[in-house]
């Protein structure tokens, strides 16, 4: 059973998030950012529909939780994503001064901790969250992605 | 002299987005994304009036080039940037697979040389384009900022 409010409970929200980019044909990763007990940002992979290799999950909830708190640091927040973030996101995630990091799936080619990305000593990270759950969408998005060519 | 469509020239145009930022209190980094010999976009610095980490010029940047080109992949396109890329924005033009990164002023603590941030390998980079006048304009920036304070 889940409990709210435990990190299985918010990443359960970056799935459902995770699983809007899937039906949208997108590389199926979703992310939520949440303070205190609230969710104040969710976003899944747009980087297709929106022809832009900027438009990951975590760059936009950054920017969302940003534009609601009316400030750019995040050093009272947990990201929730469903897969490690890449250079890039780790990059942002690092400007962002995020104090808790809970990934999903584990990207053993462009993770940030197979590329060495280095966060804000500030900030925690774990993985390994629901991990099935999240590396068996992204598999089979892969997989059916391969059928169809 | 300046050579028309010389690394120095578009540079001065990267150059020229820094001084914008400057102007509105804002770290001076300028950026422009060049195909052939044309400017297809131009950006600056606006982390402190967006209120976000994400919004540095070269991100801004890919975000635009990428509109006029209609493709995620700016794989004909070199970048000029008045300071060398964060682990975020090298984090993005890897992703981008970029043909060229020419920058400016060499970031000792934060470029993604010194952090060891991974470019796509058919990216070619240099630094030191107009270092001192891209270095000139970010130190006066932060001397005035303490002198403010």
């Not at 979703?30 to 940002?41: C, F, K, Q, T």
């Not at 969710?42 to 969302?64: F, G, K, S, W, Y």
């Not at 280095?118 to 900030?123: D, I, N, R």
């Not at 969250?129 to 598999?139: A, D, Q, Y």
Request: hydrophobic share 40%.
């Amino acid at each position: 059973m889940l409990e709210p409010f435990d990190d299985a409970y918010y990443m359960k929200r970056a799935l459902q998030e995770a699983n809007m980019a899937y039906e949208k044909n997108e590389v199926p990763v979703g992310a939520v950012i949440v303070v205190g007990d609230r969710i104040i940002a969710r976003a899944h992979n747009l980087t297709e529909l929106l022809n832009d290799v900027t438009a990951h999950a975590e760059m936009q909830a950054i920017t969302a939780a940003s534009n609601f708190l009316g400030g750019k640091y995040l050093n009272e927040c947990t990201m929730y994503v469903t897969l490690e973030p890449c250079q890039m996101c780790a990059g942002a995630l690092y400007w962002s001064q995020i104090k808790r990091v809970v990934f999903g799936a584990i990207d053993e080619q462009r993770g940030c901790g197979i590329m060495g990305t280095k966060l804000h000593p500030k900030t925690e990270i774990i993985g390994g969250i629901l991990k099935e759950e999240c590396s068996e969408l992204i598999k089979r998005f892969f997989i059916e992605k391969r059928n169809l060519n």
